[in-house]
């Protein structure tokens, strides 16, 4: 067993062995010779996965690579050179829309980069506007150290990509012409996203593609770019999907999300997101008098919420008192934790704009925060109680130890 895995490994090895010792393959050869080690594309190649795979530089710019000298290298009929932007597209899909060909090397590769490129922006204003400033597949991929996604050095590895996307899309100047905003980069970084994939390597927060899809169609599962928080916030989106504000939001073109969150600054939430006042989001589309019930449900959500934290923090502080003063609360303390998660809960049916919804979760919590209360402050009298018995039982002691000291010299007088 263990043999034919090490005979595996060799024949990989001697599969790549023109390209990793540098004999045979000349075209990696020559141009290593004159090429700049940190920008030549000899060098860089190294860290590509085409390289990686067995692939040299003849595989995508043709030519022979056993000829001696880069004039007979052009003179091959089937030298490529180097593709111009427009051409970029085709001359990458010539395999990587092959499935005949990507199957032998990867089945679970998907095909159809070209075909999804086509359908974004980028690829129509390059095909049909001939708008040179969009991407093409190196503008994201890089060329020469083109990775996978998985891979760290990658630019479209997760942790890089928001500045892949970037280096067009935040440049102001670069982006004037076409009127869109260049803030993307600048809120995303700011936001709850942007914050927990950047700085706390979060790989479940979303990068600019997962919202966008990787080629410009929609992610999978995801028909419009309006449905794409539902991929990974289930519960909420399938709350909103039975609120009165799926109806009347689809009537009048309004996002499902970004509505009350926005798109790329999406900032952690809080309680006085709802409520019938400012700050809350309800009154940037509810007016008092606007003959429905969305206000009169705002203020009955705040007020549930507001009267189950109050009670949260209250059980909290009798509970950290019973703590302090050495009482057993081991049950106290699970069941103070069952009131977080009827809280976080409450907070999540929020989205279906329904005040009994939300109530249903909030009753549940303060149930439990009275239990709590209740039972810690009884922890509470009974640590006193046992103080006021100890001490009694000290008085007493003093008393007996005197009265017997008493005793005993009294005897000893006598004597
Ligand atoms: C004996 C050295 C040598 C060999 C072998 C060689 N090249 Fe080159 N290549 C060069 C030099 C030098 C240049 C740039 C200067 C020039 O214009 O000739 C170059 C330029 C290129 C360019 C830039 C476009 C162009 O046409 O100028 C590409 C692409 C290229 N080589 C690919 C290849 C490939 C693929 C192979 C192998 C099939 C290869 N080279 C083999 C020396 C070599
Ligand atoms: C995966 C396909 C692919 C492979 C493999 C590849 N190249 Fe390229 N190469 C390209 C593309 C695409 C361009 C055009 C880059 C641009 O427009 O900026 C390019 C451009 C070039 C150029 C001209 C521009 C420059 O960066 O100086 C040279 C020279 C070159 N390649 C040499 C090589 C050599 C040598 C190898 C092997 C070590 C190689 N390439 C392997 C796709 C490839
Ligand atoms: C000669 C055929 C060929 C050409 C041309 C080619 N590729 Fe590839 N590409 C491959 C093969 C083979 C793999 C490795 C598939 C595997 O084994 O996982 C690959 C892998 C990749 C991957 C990594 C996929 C993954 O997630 O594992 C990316 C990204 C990629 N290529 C982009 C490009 C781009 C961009 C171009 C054009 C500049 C290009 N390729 C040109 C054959 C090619
Ligand atoms: C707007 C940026 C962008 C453009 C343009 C782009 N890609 Fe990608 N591509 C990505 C991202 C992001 C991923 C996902 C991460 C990864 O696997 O590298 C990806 C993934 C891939 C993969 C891995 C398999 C897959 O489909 O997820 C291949 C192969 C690939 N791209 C090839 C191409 C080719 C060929 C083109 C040009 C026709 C192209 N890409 C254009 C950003 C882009
Ligand atoms: C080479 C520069 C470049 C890169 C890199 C780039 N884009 Fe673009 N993108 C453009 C240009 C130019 C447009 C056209 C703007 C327009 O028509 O509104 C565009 C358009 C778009 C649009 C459509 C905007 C609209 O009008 O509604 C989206 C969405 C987009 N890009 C997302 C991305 C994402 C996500 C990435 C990274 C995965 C990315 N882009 C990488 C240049 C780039
Ligand atoms: C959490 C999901 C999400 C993430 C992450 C995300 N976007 Fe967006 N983006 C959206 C939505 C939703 C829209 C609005 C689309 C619409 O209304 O059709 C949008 C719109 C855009 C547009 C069109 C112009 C505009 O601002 O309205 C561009 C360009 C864009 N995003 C680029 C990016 C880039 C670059 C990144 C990464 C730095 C990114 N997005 C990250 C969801 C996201
Ligand atoms: C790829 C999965 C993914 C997608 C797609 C996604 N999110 Fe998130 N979202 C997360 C993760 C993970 C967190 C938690 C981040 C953290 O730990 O701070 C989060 C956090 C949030 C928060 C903050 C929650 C809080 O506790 O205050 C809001 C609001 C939010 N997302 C809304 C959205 C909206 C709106 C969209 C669509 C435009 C969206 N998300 C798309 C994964 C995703
Ligand atoms: C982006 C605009 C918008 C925001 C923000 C918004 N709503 Fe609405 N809401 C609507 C629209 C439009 C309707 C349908 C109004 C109608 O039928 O008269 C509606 C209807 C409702 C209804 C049903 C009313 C009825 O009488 O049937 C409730 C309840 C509701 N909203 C609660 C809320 C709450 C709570 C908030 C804040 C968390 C909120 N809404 C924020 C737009 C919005
Ligand atoms: C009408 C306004 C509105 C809409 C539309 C809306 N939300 Fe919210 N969202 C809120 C409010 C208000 C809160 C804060 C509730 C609180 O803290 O008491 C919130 C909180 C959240 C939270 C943190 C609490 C939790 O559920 O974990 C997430 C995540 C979230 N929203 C995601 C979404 C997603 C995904 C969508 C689309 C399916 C969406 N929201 C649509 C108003 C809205």
Redesign the pocket.
Known sequence: MIRSKHLALLLGLLALSPLVFGQEDNCVTCHREFEDEQTGPSHMFVRD??AQ?G?GCA??HGGDTAAEDMEDVRRAKNYRGVPTHRQ?PD??A???SDPA??HE??PS?PTDQLDKYKSSVHGQRMFRERDAKVAD??SC?S?HE?????MPHSS?HPLNLPQTCGKCHADAEYMAEYGIPTTQLDDYRQSVHGIALLERHDLGAPACNDCHGNHGAAPPGVTSLAAVCGNCHVLEAGLFKGSPHQEAFSQNDLPMCESCHSNHLIVETSDIMVGSAEPAVCVQCHEPDDGNAGLQTAMSISTAIKELRLAQEEAGKILAEAGAKGMMITDEEFLYKEVNQALIQARTQVHAFNADSVMAKTTEGLTKAETVQTNAASLIDEYYFRRKGLGLATVFITILAVALYLKIRRLEKNQ
């Open positions: 996965i085409h795979k692939l595989d995508c970029v001359f990458c010539r395999c990587h060909y990507m090397h990867n590769l597949c190196i991929h060329v083109i990775g996978s996604g998985l479209t």
